[in-house]
Nanobody, 127 residues
Framework: QVQLVESGGGLVQAGGSLRLSCAAS????????MGWFRQAPGKEREFVAS????????AHADSVKGRFTISRDNAKNTVYLQMNSLKPEDAAVYYC????????????????????WGQGTQVTVSS
């Protein structure tokens, strides 16, 4: 098992930046592809970004492409989400998630493939 704890959320003005962190503990962090998802009130939890076990491959939702960047540091057991040019529609609870996979290069966009989730961190964007 792996335990995930997000941090870095908060209130930011539109156009501003935040960096979310997700610290993992438990089983070997590099065994997991990692993802970020978000859920706004009254909406489904949606995919934001994913990164492979090695960190060499990543994918981002079209809505955040060019503004958000996922990265990971396997030595620190941490995955990050750098969010720039934030918009009011980016406001949500952001969750990190871990998916155990044999592939070192695959990214995983499907929510159902993630077995482990953090508790979430709130991001609020004022207009």
């Amino acid at each position: 098992q792996v335990q995930l704890v997000e941090s870095g959320g908060g209130l930011v003005q539109a156009g501003g930046s935040l960096r979310l962190s997700c610290a993992a503990s438990g089983r070997t962090f590099s065994s997991y592809a990692m993802g970020w998802f978000r859920q706004a009130p009254g909406k489904e939890r949606e995919f934001v970004a994913s990164i492979s076990r090695s960190g060499g491959s990543s994918a981002h939702a079209d809505s955040v492409k060019g503004r958000f960047t996922i990265s990971r540091d396997n030595a620190k057991n941490t995955v990050y989400l750098q969010m720039n040019s934030l918009k009011p529609e980016d406001a949500a609870v952001y969750y990190c998630a871990a998916a155990e996979t044999l592939s070192r290069i695959s990214v995983i966009g499907s929510r159902g493939q993630y077995a482990y989730w953090g508790q979430g961190t709130q991001v609020t964007v004022s207009s």
